[in-house]
């Protein structure tokens, strides 16, 4: 059994911590993630954002509600609720497993926490809260809740790409994600985020389920189907068949920047040629399906169902 990739993890991370983060929180965790990965350590965020209604849930448990009491702070009392912590673990080599266990490898995880801005809730003197980091920017939760947010320090040292309307040359990375960054660009481009429904994508070249969420409503947006990020038999019914031969810009360029997310570095200029041609054939041929260098229901439900 190999080592879980850096990509499940930060992929899962993402998805736990849910929308309505802080993005440089949000961006700061899963550098974090990155970071422990390097070192050799297996880390992942199990929770981030948390609603009022949710965090008075929990408050409930061990005391109105069977179990054992995981919280002091009620609906509005977390900095959970303003997408300000998050929560981690640690997990078994190949990933399957949670580890809960505070041993070096944890420490050394909120060490590096530490160095990125978050404060550390191990460090904590009443009620020590090993998993939990944040970031307040020195605000109180009645700040918080009075509708003040703070300004936080980005110490991820990666740049953020200024936003721009075309993106026909993405810089050139050995790691891909410049490729990922483009095509996030592409999907925050021309009203989309508007016109299909999804919050502007963190340009931030990390593929996880909120990009594809967008790029999945953008494709039913194409479609002209009822856009609601969940693939089904209506989203399969509008799949363009789109080739060398016949294409259109607009589909051309969801093709392309979809291709990039899959990993295959590709220019999102809506010209639909020989290597537009190669790389879709290539992952037809790493789903199993026929190359045909055609898209249609088949192939578009290889890039969305499972994503
Ligand atoms: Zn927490």
């Not at 900095?79 to 998050?86: E, R």
Request: net charge positive; glycine share 10%.
């Amino acid at each position: 059994m190999g080592r879980v990739s850096l990509d499940t993890l930060l992929r899962r991370s993402e998805k736990n911590m849910g929308s309505g983060m802080n993005a440089i929180v949000k961006k700061s965790a899963l550098e974090l993630i990155r970071r422990a990965y390097k070192e050799g350590i297996n880390a992942q965020i199990s929770h981030g954002m948390r609603t009022y209604a949710q965090q008075n849930a929990l408050y409930a448990q061990g005391r109105t509600k069977p179990g054992s009491k995981v919280t002091n702070a009620r609906g509005g009392y977390s900095n959970h609720n303003f997408g300000l912590a998050v929560d981690y673990f640690l997990t078994s080599e190949d990933g399957s497993k949670a580890i809960w266990t505070v041993n070096s490898d944890w420490k050394r995880v909120a060490a590096i926490a530490k160095s990125l801005g978050f404060s550390w809730g191990g460090d904590w003197t009443s009620f020590k809260d090993y998993p939990h980091l944040e970031m307040t920017g020195g605000l109180s939760t009645a700040q918080l809740r009075a509708g003040k947010r703070p300004s936080l320090t980005d110490r991820t040292g990666t740049k953020k790409v200024a936003p721009s309307k075309t993106v026909s040359k993405p810089p050139s990375s050995s790691s891909g994600s410049s490729w990922v960054k483009a095509a996030q660009e592409w999907g925050n481009s021309r009203d989309y985020p508007d016109k299909a429904g999804f919050n502007e994508l963190d340009e931030d070249g990390l593929t996880g389920p909120l990009t594809f969420d967008a790029f999945l409503r953008i494709y039913q947006y194409f479609g002209k189907t009822a856009i609601d990020g969940v693939w089904g038999p209506k989203s399969r019914a509008v799949a363009a068949v789109q080739n060398k031969d016949d294409h259109t810009p607009g589909w051309t360029r969801l093709l392309q920047a979809t291709l990039c997310l899959y990993g295959y570095k590709h220019k999102i200029d809506g010209a639909f040629g020989p290597l537009t041609d190669e790389a879709l054939r290539a992952f037809q041929r790493s789903k199993g399906i026929k190359a045909d260098g055609t898209t249609g229901p088949v192939t578009y439900t290889k890039m969305f169902e499972a994503a």
